[in-house]
């Protein structure tokens, strides 16, 4: 059988991810910003937050419907997995730790609807898994991961310099747990063991354009929603501005 090594698919799945992550940063309003740490916004980094925390539960559900799916006929992937799953439950918290210095408590949290692209991701999850098994969730934890690795801890930095340490504390823990933990290099090996020739790479990859598609959805509806809907407001309140400043001067 044709066989691919670890690094080929790590390089492979890295070079296709940045490509269209680069697309995203072309179309979708502050992304290129907030993920080089040039600008960061309250509203927007405060949101971001939010719906991470709410999509960590969502896949911890998604991972254990996966492991429920493959516990008994791929048992290294399933391993790889569950040890993943472990490392990472609770990690949610460490999030929402933050979230409190911003005032968003964890009631608030429980009470706010997941953003509709959160809802699709985690809905097309699902669907992938029932046809396809193991490698939609395990190219999305890997995403993730490398996702993380590569942008996160810049992202967190700039929040840091604008909003203060307290305000970044656990989030900086967390990054470092999860570099300690090699959860990108644990992943890598995970995809290695289902990605065995070039037509499995060729699913992977194709998995990846579908997933940061659903990431572009989510910025766009995360600036839409902060930075875009207060620009909206305050170009609302102009002209009723000009209209008190009109009806003074008769
Ligand atoms: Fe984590």
Redesign the pocket.
């Known amino acids: 059988m044709e066989t691919i090594g670890q690094q080929y698919i790590y390089d492979q799945c890295g070079d296709h991810a940045l490509q269209e992550i680069e697309k995203m940063f072309d179309s979708v309003p502050f992304t290129k910003d907030f993920h080089s740490g040039n600008l960061t916004n309250r509203e927007y980094y405060q949101r971001h937050l939010l719906e991470a925390v709410i999509r960590i539960g969502f896949n911890n559900d998604v991972d254990t419907y996966c492991l429920h799916k493959i516990i008994s006929s791929h048992t290294s992937v399933a391993r790889k997995l569950l040890d993943y799953l472990k ?2 439950y609770g ?1 949610d918290s460490m999030i929402a730790k933050d979230l409190e210095k911003f005032g968003i408590s964890e009631a608030d949290i429980l009470n706010t609807e997941p953003l509709f692209s959160t809802k699709l991701l985690i809905a097309f999850m699902y669907y992938e898994i029932d046809k396809e098994g193991a490698l939609p969730t395990v190219i999305w934890n890997w995403f993730v991961e490398w996702y993380s690795h590569r942008y996160n801890m810049t992202i967190t930095l700039k929040a840091e310099e604008e909003f203060g340490i307290n305000k970044v504390r656990n989030s900086l823990s ?1 990054l470092k ?2 570099d300690e933990l090699t ?1 990108e290099d644990d992943m890598t090996s995970a995809l290695a063991l289902l990605i065995q020739n070039k037509n499995d790479l060729k699913k992977a990859k194709s998995y990846l354009t579908n997933y940061i598609q659903l990431i572009g959805m989510y910025f766009q509806e995360l600036y839409d929603s902060t930075i875009g809907a207060s620009k909206q407001t305050s170009s609302a309140t102009v002209p009723y501005l000009e209209d008190c400043l009109q009806s003074s001067n008769k």
């Open positions: 490392e990472e990690h967390h747990i999860d959860h």
